[in-house]
C-alpha cells in the first residue's frame, strides 16, 4: 500500500527566507511523487513531479524537491519565499500510469514580512 | 480548452435531501477521478473512470455515493439523503492515459464546497 506523511501541519518563514516542507513516502513499487499547492477556496495546482528521472526536480515558482529513496524522501524547498507563496502545499504518491493519487494530510506555508 | 470545470462551485442543502454534482473534465482525457477534501486534510480518492467504465471506488464511497460518466465525458456524482458528514470539498481531476507510465499529471478542477445543515 501507498502512503504519504508531511511533517509539520503548519510552516512559518519570513519572506526572503528558505522553505523547507517534509514529505516521506511509502510505496512497495517506485513511486511516482507529486507536491502540488493549494490557494484558499481553490483546486490543486502541481508544482513538480517525480518520475523516475533525475533525482532532483525543479517546479513552478522556484520550488524544486530531491528524490531521496534511501530517505524515502520527497522534501520541497525554495531558497527565498514570497508573500504569494503562502497557501496549503500538499504531498503525494501515485503507482503511475494515471492511477489514482494518495495524498498527504497537507502543510500550510505562512509568510510574514 | 480551460482546463477541468466543477458546477456548482458551492452547494448548501439541508440534511436528508439529494445532490448531484457536475464535473467537465479536460477534452481530449480519458481517466476522471473523484476525491472529497475535508477541512484541515488532503483530498481522498473516491474512484475514477477511463471513459464510461468505472475502474474503482473507494470503501469510502458508501451507498448513498454514486457517480457516473455515460458517454465518456462529463461526469456526475449524486449523494443521496446528505448527512452532516458529507459536507467537504468534491474535487474532480483528469488525465490523459496513453499507456505509457509517465502519464501521471493529474489537472485538478476548483471543486464543488458541499456544506450540509
Not at chain 1, 523547507?20 to 484558499?40: D, G, T
Not at chain 1, 515558482?61 to 525554495?78: D, M, R
Not at chain 2, 480518492?45 to 477511463?50: D, I, N, R, V
Request: net charge positive; hydrophobic share 35%; proline share 3%.
Amino acid at each position: 500500500a501507498q502512503s504519504v506523511t508531511q511533517l509539520g501541519s503548519h510552516v512559518s518563514v519570513s519572506e526572503g527566507a528558505l522553505v523547507l516542507l517534509r514529505c516521506n513516502y511509502s510505496s512497495s513499487v517506485p513511486p511516482y511523487l507529486f507536491w502540488y499547492v493549494q490557494y484558499p477556496n481553490q483546486g490543486l495546482q502541481l508544482l513538480l513531479k517525480y518520475t523516475s528521472a533525475a533525482t532532483l526536480v525543479k517546479g513552478i515558482n522556484g520550488f524544486e524537491a530531491e528524490f531521496k529513496k534511501s530517505e524515502t524522501s520527497f522534501h520541497l524547498t525554495k531558497p527565498s519565499a514570497h508573500m504569494s507563496d503562502a497557501a496549503e502545499y500538499f504531498c503525494a504518491v501515485s503507482m503511475g500510469g494515471g492511477f489514482k493519487t494518495i495524498f498527504g494530510a497537507g502543510t500550510r506555508l505562512f509568510v510574514k514580512a | 480548452d480551460t482546463g477541468v470545470s466543477q458546477n456548482p462551485r458551492h452547494k448548501i442543502t439541508k440534511r436528508g435531501q439529494n445532490v448531484t454534482f457536475r464535473c467537465d473534465p479536460i477534452s481530449e482525457h480519458n481517466r476522471l477521478y473523484w476525491y472529497r477534501q475535508t477541512l484541515g486534510q488532503g483530498p481522498e480518492f473516491l474512484t475514477y473512470f477511463q471513459n464510461e467504465a468505472q475502474l474503482e471506488k473507494s470503501r469510502l464511497l458508501s451507498d448513498r455515493f454514486s457517480a457516473e460518466r455515460p458517454k465518456g465525458s462529463f461526469s456526475t456524482l449524486e449523494i443521496q439523503r446528505t448527512e452532516q458528514g458529507d459536507s467537504a470539498m468534491y474535487l474532480c481531476a483528469s488525465s490523459l492515459w496513453k499507456g505509457s507510465v509517465r502519464d501521471t499529471e493529474a489537472f485538478f478542477g476548483q471543486g464543488t464546497r458541499l456544506t450540509v445543515v
